[in-house]
């Protein structure tokens, strides 16, 4: 297939690449970082700060196949989030990671690659997509609704923080929320410290406050916070859950934590005829 997006109009540092068979995506070449982008799914795979580790986990058995979702990076879950409310055929988290996303606009200044992608449609929802890709990684996922009627829309910007080893890092910053364990179906609050990980972990935290990743494998920090959302979602499959997805090495568990910018339970959105919500994320790299 040729590329969706002509070189010609790309930026200097920005390559069009075919990731796979079918899979067209975008490669940054920045001073400061790497990054690529896939335009199935709209979904970042990697940034890599300089001398660094990379930021995202992208499993090296993760499937770029058409009607697959890909298992890194920052799927982007749309127009809901986990199963779909009332219809069990439907794919889980929506139909965005299965989409091809066209390029809508690519420009370069001092910050970095500023890109918009739009998505699909879904009913009378539409998706767009804005990343900038600099010192720190911005992506917004806007929805629009065109129709006549309220939607309700849930949402997540699923990352996959790369980290050294999951045993040895914490998360801050969402001490004494509230929080739905979807593992076990109960409610129930966070510890006051900090969050470490010793198993499966699935939960819907009632927070949207920023929060940091600390890593002592890797001695290093990614703050991460968010803008639209009251809903952060923690996932780690731990080794149990590794092994039953066919689409991560049985040791990949170890490498990642998800932290989700979420509109996901009590935080999915109402959105009136001819509004817009937008769901951001932040992510830094810093030292220890
Ligand atoms: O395997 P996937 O469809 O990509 O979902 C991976 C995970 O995504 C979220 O974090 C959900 O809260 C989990 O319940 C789910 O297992």
Known sequence: MSHPVHPDLLPAGVRAIELAPGVPGLAFTHPAFTATLSLYGGQLLGYTPHGGQALFY???????????????????CWPWF???GSDASQPQHGVARTALWAVNAIAR??????????GPRHGELSSSLSLVLGEAVDIALTTRNHGKTVATVSA???????V????????TGLENASSHDKLTDTHG?????????HGPTDAVVASGAACTLHDAAWQRTVAISSSGSASTVVWTPWASGAVALADMPDDGWQHFLCVEAANAGADSRQIAPGDSHTLGQHLHVTGV
């Open 82 to 84: 986990g199963k779909h």
């Open 109 to 118: 200044s001092e910050l970095g690659f500023h890109v918009k992608l739009n």
């Open 156 to 162: 997540a910007l699923h990352s996959y923080i790369a």
């Open 164 to 171: 050294g080893d999951i045993r040895q890092a914490s998360l």
């Open 189 to 197: 609050t966070l510890p006051a410290s900090p969050w470490r990980f």
């Open 58 to 76: 992208l499993s090296p058995t993760a499937l770029l196949q058409p009607d697959k979702a890909i298992r890194g990076g920052v799927p982007l």
